[in-house]
């Protein structure tokens, strides 16, 4: 176990500090400024954590302009538009103003800076940024406290800072011993928990779902990390997902002193809190309790199957006959912080099985264990992304599950209708995903930093390309049909357009993303990925999500219909 303290950093500035950056919010800066005033020193507090964001909207760099050059940074080593994604979403904050980006190449041994130029002005903001050397060898720039001093300035190491290097040397020196015989790869603990309380306020923004959140990205941070760290640890290749160390669990919490706490703990009997019943589903807006998706699944029928997750919790399904011959695959809650698929998968196996043409499998909760985290996290956070709900129990994504647990599910479905055409429903984060220890953009997840509305991936045996391309096509059409996903699309599109460079995608109808591979997923030869923009939302935009899963899947079930009536 790990238990430490530390100090604040806002509280124990240096006396040569003229100017710091340090990782505290609006506020707590002012507040901090205005007391060293009262002790008759000049002090500027500047945000170390998306810089100019804070700068520009603290200091109305923008109030007056009607137009903008943002004069951005690019840093050898570090990808092109690293230090644009980092103003998002200033277009949304100062909509009266139109803003242009123009890369400038970093030159000297300064910090790294932008330029802002308006008709009246210039404006110089410099970021506080320093290399570090990654577990897998990689350079990444990270962000970090920095002092004006008079005499070109320092690092000024932080309590963010520093509690993000205490886990990682925790994780680093921990043994990995692992917990069963019969699984030497691991798991090597039930579960791990990072306990982090930091003195920081989440700045919700008039953006979507965006909120600036120094606690969420510690989560991201922590956890991530972890699975790095474990990787290199165990000899697997960057990103690889079948790295089973056990259950990590960032538990970052309000306090009002920076405290850092580091426990394995035994994994009990699950007891959930739960809610029984069945909610209406058509309009939800918000996920469901676990025994109300089993009240679902039971009410459509069918026959039932079953798998238990690592900790004992049943994974169920259910096997629909219908009376026609089109066969279909619908999964859901394999990444358990991805809320609306549940809904989504549950409504169309219901009208499905009511219409009885198209036969089909239904996994509505293929992860529960990690469902069952998503829920507790959410109780303290609600509008945070909790991706360390999105893996199995054991660490492993379920599809890297070999078939143990969990991960059974899915051959169990397919072993009672091996349909060829597998409908997988996904979200993926509303808001802007950042991880600024290891260079702000998440690594491997790239595509994922900003959200760009509701989009399909389709994924086919090479063989199977007519399919497919009619499977993709289907998914297309129901959300063109869909007015209000529609507008919500294009205004996610907008937005991400004005900070991302190169698109990896292809766009259908000016505003619905979608990607098209040769590359089949295990067992199924078609496999159409659904992704959502919906950790972790509510409300309409929660309906808007579950209604998009729902008509997707709904659409390339009567495809699939026709197709094979016709045939």
Same mark, same amino acid.
């Given at each position: 176990?790990?238990?430490?303290?530390?100090?604040?950093?806002?509280?124990?500035?240096?006396?040569?500090?003229t100017?710091?950056?340090?990782?505290?919010?609006?506020s707590?800066?002012? /507040?901090?400024?205005?007391?060293?005033?009262?002790?008759?020193?000049?002090?500027?507090?500047?945000?170390?954590?998306?810089?100019?964001l804070?700068?520009?909207?603290e200091?109305?760099?923008?109030?007056?302009?009607?137009? @903008?050059?943002?004069?951005?940074? #690019?840093?050898?080593?570090?990808?092109?538009?690293?230090?644009?994604l980092?103003?998002?979403?200033?277009?949304?904050?100062?909509?009266?103003?139109?803003?242009?980006?123009?890369?400038?190449?970093?030159?000297?041994?300064?910090?790294? /800076?932008?330029?802002?130029?308006?008709?009246e002005?210039?404006?110089?903001v410099?970021?506080?940024? +320093?290399?570090?050397e990654?577990?897998?060898?990689?350079?990444?720039?990270?962000?970090?406290?920095?002092?004006?001093?008079?005499?070109?300035?320092?690092?000024?190491?932080?309590?963010y800072?520093?509690?993000?290097e @205490?886990?990682?040397?925790h994780? +680093?020196a921990?043994?990995?011993?692992?917990?069963s015989p019969?699984?030497?790869?691991?798991p090597?603990?039930?579960?791990?928990e990072?306990?982090?309380?930091?003195?920081?306020e989440?700045?919700?923004?008039?953006?979507?779902?965006?909120?600036?959140?120094?606690a969420?990205?510690?989560?991201?941070?922590?956890?991530?990390?972890?699975?790095?760290?474990?990787?290199?640890?165990?000899?697997l290749?960057?990103?690889?997902?079948s790295?089973?160390?056990g259950?990590?669990?960032?538990?970052v919490?309000?306090?009002?002193?920076p405290?850092?706490?580091?426990q394995?703990?035994?994994?009990?009997?699950?007891?959930?809190?739960?809610?029984?019943?069945?909610?209406?589903?058509?309009?939800?807006?918000?996920?469901l309790?676990?025994?109300?998706?089993?009240?679902?699944?039971?009410?459509?029928?069918?026959?039932?199957y079953?798998a238990r997750?690592?900790?004992?919790?049943?994974v169920?399904?259910?096997?629909? #006959?219908?009376?026609?011959?089109?066969w279909?695959?619908?999964s859901?809650?394999?990444?358990?912080?991805?809320?609306?698929?549940?809904?989504?998968?549950? +409504?169309?196996?219901?009208?499905?099985?009511?219409?009885?043409?198209? !036969?089909?499998?239904?996994?509505?909760?293929?992860?529960?264990?990690?469902?069952?985290?998503?829920r507790d996290?959410?109780?303290?956070?609600?509008?945070?992304?909790?991706?360390?709900?999105?893996?199995?129990?054991?660490?492993?994504?379920?599809?890297?599950?070999?078939?143990?647990?969990?991960?059974?599910?899915?051959?169990?479905a397919?072993?009672?209708?091996?349909a060829e055409?597998?409908?997988?429903?996904?979200?993926?984060?509303?808001?802007?995903?950042?991880r600024?220890?290891?260079?702000?953009?998440?690594?491997?997840?790239?595509q994922?930093?900003?959200p760009?509305?509701?989009f399909?991936?389709?994924?086919?045996d090479?063989?199977?390309?007519?399919?497919a391309?009619?499977?993709?096509?289907?998914?297309?059409?129901?959300?063109?049909?869909?007015?209000?996903?529609m507008?919500?699309?294009?205004?996610?599109?907008d937005?991400?357009r004005?900070?991302?460079? @190169?698109?990896?995608f292809?766009?259908h109808?000016?505003?619905?993303?979608f990607?098209?591979?040769?590359?089949?997923?295990?067992?199924?030869?078609?496999?159409?990925?659904?992704?959502?923009?919906?950790?972790?939302?509510?409300?309409?935009?929660?309906?808007i999500?579950?209604?998009?899963?729902?008509?997707?899947?709904?659409?390339v079930?009567?495809m699939?219909?026709?197709? !094979?009536?016709?045939?």
């Open positions: 176990m790990t238990k430490r303290v530390f100090d604040r950093t806002i509280d124990t500035l240096p006396e040569d500090a100017a710091a950056w340090v990782f505290e919010g609006p707590a800066r002012r /507040a901090a400024q205005a007391r060293a005033r009262a002790e008759g020193r000049d002090l500027r507090l500047r945000s170390a954590y998306k810089t100019l804070h700068e520009v909207l200091q109305r760099l923008l109030d007056d302009a009607s137009r @903008a050059t943002i004069h951005y940074p #690019v840093v050898e080593g570090c990808p092109e538009d690293r230090f644009r980092e103003c998002y979403p200033l277009h949304a904050l100062v909509s009266h103003c139109e803003i242009a980006f123009a890369p400038r190449p970093h030159e000297g041994e300064g910090l790294p /800076a932008y330029e802002i130029e308006t008709p002005a210039r404006h110089l410099p970021v506080p940024v +320093r290399w570090v990654l577990d897998d060898g990689a350079q990444a720039l990270a962000a970090c406290g920095w002092v004006e001093d008079g005499q070109g300035g320092r690092h000024l190491p932080t309590e800072e520093a509690i993000f @205490a886990v990682c040397a994780l +680093r921990m043994p990995l011993d692992p917990l019969d699984e030497p790869d691991g090597f603990f039930d579960r791990l990072v306990i982090v309380e930091l003195p920081y989440d700045q919700v923004l008039p953006v979507g779902s965006e909120v600036i959140s120094l969420e990205a510690m989560h991201e941070e922590i956890y991530f990390t972890a699975l790095e760290i474990f990787q290199e640890r165990l000899g290749a960057p990103g690889q997902r790295v089973k160390a259950q990590i669990v960032p538990l919490q309000r306090g009002g002193t405290r850092l706490e580091i394995t703990v035994r994994a009990e009997p699950a007891l959930d809190r739960d809610q029984p019943g069945r909610p209406a589903l058509d309009a939800a807006t918000q996920w309790y676990p025994a109300q998706i089993s009240a679902h699944l039971a009410g459509i029928g069918g026959v039932a079953a997750s690592r900790q004992g919790r049943a169920e399904g259910r096997h629909v #006959v219908g009376h026609g011959p089109a279909i695959a619908i859901a809650g394999q990444h358990a912080n991805e809320s609306s698929p549940m809904v989504g998968a549950l +409504r169309a196996g219901r009208d499905l099985a009511a219409e009885g043409e198209v !036969s089909f499998t239904l996994n509505p909760l293929e992860n529960p264990d990690g469902y069952a985290l998503f996290l959410c109780a303290d956070n609600p509008r945070h992304m909790h991706h360390a709900a999105r893996y199995t129990a054991s660490g492993a994504d379920l599809s890297h599950g070999a078939g143990r647990y969990e991960s059974a599910i899915r051959d169990l397919y072993a009672r209708l091996p055409v597998h409908v997988n429903l996904h979200g993926y984060p509303s808001h802007e995903w950042t600024p220890m290891t260079g702000y953009i998440p690594r491997g997840f790239a994922w930093t900003i760009k509305g509701f399909l991936i389709l994924r086919h090479p063989a199977q390309e007519a399919l391309r009619a499977v993709l096509q289907a998914g297309l059409d129901a959300l063109v049909d869909f007015p209000e996903l507008a919500q699309n294009r205004r996610m599109l937005l991400y004005r900070y991302v460079g @190169a698109e990896s292809e766009v109808a000016d505003c619905i993303p990607t098209m591979s040769a590359s089949p997923e295990p067992l199924y030869p078609v496999t159409l990925i659904t992704e959502a923009a919906d950790e972790t939302v509510g409300g309409e935009d929660f309906r999500a579950q209604e998009g899963q729902y008509r997707v899947v709904r659409a079930s009567d699939l219909r026709r197709r !094979s009536q016709s045939s």
